[in-house]
């Protein structure tokens, strides 16, 4: 029962460089979001999808670029790399509900922490 | 605007003790609240939530929370706490609307707790 699974773990990138953050999902669920947690400024979302083909800006969606070309994959992009996004990237998934079911209950992946230097 | 406040960065509480984090939401409608567990180097893991219904709701691990609509709070409790419920804890609320289904986290609350 893998879940929200995101590689790298780990990386290092130098200024400038480009790497895509790799986040993907076997519950077959809508709803996917990629966030970033800096230290004492709990998590920031950078975009999120409610479903193949849809997706949308979050609170800090500068410098990042997403896709969701399929229900499972939610990849991250980062264009042109810069210090200020060095973090923690939380992947993480949900199915609504409807109605007095609705839950929106997110699952985390491990997450990947990236250094810029 | 939707937020949550979690007033204090840190919490400490000796092992059997009770304990408590705070949570403060400020929400249009009704809320749907949620609290979160980050173990070190790890995702964030589901803990409890409020839909509606009691205003005690019974969550993982002992964990409770209490709903009050009237100080607009949502704080995180357990009768006797352990020193593996040492975390970091995360309030959040749910916002909803035409296409967007988000959670707006709280910045984190550390509960250390001393053995």
């Known amino acids: 029962n893998a879940g929200v699974t995101q590689t790298p773990k780990f990386r290092i990138l130098k200024i400038g460089q480009s790497m895509t953050l790799q986040c993907t999902q076997d519950m077959n669920h809508n709803y996917m979001y990629w966030y970033r947690q800096d230290p004492g400024m709990g998590l920031k979302l950078i975009y999120y999808s409610v479903g193949a083909g849809i997706t949308d800006k979050g609170e800090v969606p500068n410098g990042y670029n997403v896709s969701r070309s399929t229900t499972e994959d939610f990849p991250l992009r980062l264009e042109l790399a810069a210090p200020s996004q060095t973090s923690v990237y939380f992947c993480?998934?949900?199915?609504?509900?409807?109605?007095?079911?609705?839950?929106?209950?997110?699952?985390f992946g491990a997450g990947t922490r990236l250094s810029v230097l | 605007a939707q937020s949550v406040a979690q007033p204090e960065d840190q919490v400490n509480v000796a092992e059997g003790n009770p304990l408590t984090v705070k949570c403060t939401y400020s929400v249009s409608g009704n809320p749907y609240l949620f609290w979160y567990v980050q173990y070190p180097n790890r995702g964030l893991q589901f803990l409890l939530k409020?839909?509606?219904?009691?205003?005690l709701v019974k969550g993982s691990y002992g964990f409770e929370a209490e709903f009050n609509k009237s100080q607009t709070s949502f704080h995180l409790k357990k009768p006797s706490a352990l020193v593996s419920d040492s975390a970091l804890y995360f309030c959040a609320v749910r916002v909803i609307a035409y296409n967007t289904d988000k959670l707006i986290f709280g910045t984190g609350t550390r509960l250390q707790v001393f053995p």
């Open positions: 409020y839909i509606t219904g009691d205003n």
């Open positions: 993480a998934s949900s199915y609504p509900g409807q109605g007095m079911e609705a839950k929106n209950i997110q699952y």
